[in-house]
Nanobody
Framework: QVQLVESGGGLVQAGGSLRLSCAAS????????MGWYRQAPGKQRELVAAMPFGDHPITYADSVKGRFTISRDTDKFTIYLDMNNLKPEDTAVYYC?????????????WGQGTQVTVSS
């Protein structure tokens, strides 16, 4: 089992910046990928950025490329999402995600979510 705790959401004006953090604990040795998803009201949850724990490239949603950056503190199982030039359409609940377990049977763990609101 992996537990994920997010922090850093809030209210910001368009064009502003926020940093989200996600700390993993528990069976962190089994983590294969960590990332961020978001869900806006009335919409499906979507991938924002994903960082594999290996020699695979980072993935970003097209809508955030060039504005958001995912990074990891390798001394801790903590990832960050630096969000710059925020737009009202970035408003959503942001969820930290980790895929854990053997490659043949990965399971998803989720954080509780943190609200990001961008005002115009």
């Amino acid at each position: 089992q992996v537990q994920l705790v997010e922090s850093g959401g809030g209210l910001v004006q368009a064009g502003g910046s926020l940093r989200l953090s996600c700390a993993a604990s528990g069976a962190t040795f089994s983590i294969k990928v960590m990332g961020w998803y978001r869900q806006a009201p009335g919409k499906q949850r979507e991938l924002v950025a994903a960082m594999p724990f290996g020699d695979h490239p980072i993935t970003y949603a097209d809508s955030v490329k060039g504005r958001f950056t995912i990074s990891r503190d390798t001394d801790k199982f903590t990832i960050y999402l630096d969000m710059n030039n925020l737009k009202p359409e970035d408003t959503a609940v942001y969820y930290c995600n980790a895929y854990v377990g053997p490659d043949s049977s990965l399971t998803a763990s989720w954080g509780q979510g943190t609200q990001v609101t961008v005002s115009s």
